[in-house]
């Protein structure tokens, strides 16, 4: 019997701050989910955390608890790749030669760098910062996957690994697959319960911003509880912009239940 081809997909996480249940529904639930229809890799993107300073010990307790979160999650290593990112040498190998076709321009019109970049004096901001979508590049192409499950906040990034895969194939030959982003339909994009204008963020120093996937119950439900909404007492979806918390809510407790949005 001739065995089914499946995609090959790739994604990771950073192994610094805490992960949110932004993180888990914007990627965890989704890779437990398909972890059947794919070929997946998973990795514990620690190369990417050094982009800003790091307590080595801190950051190896961090890729360890991230590891086993990836478990707790539901993900099984008998039909998964899971593995440390700076543990694969090709990783930082192929960033330097993609590093060396990357013209400055495409980095610099990055949006991320560009945000991170803005709240740094300009004489810290570090090239590994710069240079992290190329970083990002040689994960996705150094596996040839077809597919990297992102939030829609990384689609850039993923634009920007297709168009050097295709400069790469264009001046030496095909050599990489094309991939393409992977970008769930609900629950990509959680907001910051403190600020709903504002993506849910691992490192954010607000103790009511995010719910994190290690809070015992009760801090989970005080967040929740005092997650900013409105003075309206109806509880729907809306484009209206004082409607931005009610809708993270509704947001997550969708994602949560399965329960799909009405239009």
Known sequence: MTETFKKRVLSGIQPSGNLTIGNYLGALLHWVEDQDIYENYFCVVDLHAITVPQDPEELRR???EVSAL???AGIDPQKVAIFVQ???PAHSELAWILICLSPLGWLNRMTQFKDKAAKQQADTISAGLLNYPVLMAADILLYQAHGVPVGD???QHIEFTRDLAQRFNHLYGETFVIPEALIPKEGARVMGLDDPHSKMSKSA???YHAVYLLD???VARKKIMRATTDSGREIIFSDA???AGVNNLLTIYQALTGIK???
């Open 70 to 72: 990836y478990l707790a």
């Open 62 to 64: 961090k890729t360890r």
């Open 216 to 218: 015992p119950p009760d």
């Open 261 to 263: 949005r009405n239009n």
């Open 241 to 243: 912009p004082e409607k």
């Open 205 to 207: 120093a607000g103790e």
């Open 86 to 88: 700076s543990h694969i």
């Open 153 to 155: 906040d990384q689609r």
